[in-house]
């Protein structure tokens, strides 16, 4: 499995609309038959910060994304609302696909 975070840090004018920016690419990807999950979060620290946790089932499937024409639209309409370069964290992770389950916490 291919595990990418990536922090998106957006003109502050930009932070309430950018969920509506990103809706066809998210759309698009989550349809992309090795997209494991892709999934945006908003900073509870910095309001226009946001996080987006994706994976792919192999390399195959990652390089297949970001080959896609949504890709390419998505970065040049992003590039107009970002602040500052996204930072990115990517590894692989060999035997995974998908979410496991956390041993420490159970519901009670």
Known sequence: ???ITVKFTVRPERAD???NLV???TQATR??????FFEW???????HEFVLV???R?????????????FAEAMEAMSYAVATKPRIVSTEIP???GWAEMSEVSPR
Do not use: Q, Y
């Open 58 to 70: 192999d390399s195959a499937a990652g390089k297949e994304h970001v080959e896609s024409a949504h």
């Open 95 to 97: 035997g995974m696909d």
């Open 31 to 36: 349809r992309e038959p090795g997209n494991l």
């Open 54 to 56: 994706e994976a792919f």
């Open 1 to 3: 499995m291919i595990f």
């Open 17 to 19: 609309d950018w969920l």
């Open 41 to 47: 979060s908003r900073s509870v620290d910095t309001p």
């Open 23 to 25: 809706d066809d690419f």
